[in-house]
């Protein structure tokens, strides 16, 4: 999912300049304390029978409530509490090669 305007523009997508890596590390910052303080609220909005036994009850959300946005964002937000710039994290624009023929590119 994904938290965005009515104009486009999305919050969760580090983009190709400073201001879009400025808000899209505001906003995963914003969401990684809002699971932390939270986390019960999240896992009451969307628990209930239909939910917790889909896939027997192993698939995030709702049995697991877990945000991982990787080492590389880690290390940048590690540089921003040290005192860095909010800016420095964008979009890598480099395609993941899953060794499948068969798999148009996105």
């Not at 879009?20 to 896992?43: K, P």
């Not at 880690?74 to 710039?85: F, L, N, R, S, V």
Request: proline letters at 5%; one cysteine or more; hydrophobic letters at 40%.
């Amino acid at each position: 999912w994904s938290v965005g305007t009515d104009t486009g523009l999305n919050f969760f997508n580090p983009g190709k300049t400073d201001k879009q890596s400025e808000l899209f590390s505001i906003a995963l910052a914003c969401l990684t304390y809002a699971v932390n303080q939270h986390n019960t609220v999240i896992r009451n909005s969307v628990a209930h029978a239909g939910n917790d036994w889909r896939l027997g009850a192993q698939e995030a959300p709702p049995a697991i409530v877990s945000l991982m946005p990787g080492t590389t964002f880690e290390a940048h937000m590690q540089k921003i509490i040290a005192g860095g710039p909010l800016a420095g994290y964008y979009s890598g624009g480099t395609m993941l090669d899953a060794k499948c023929a068969n798999l148009n590119a996105i």
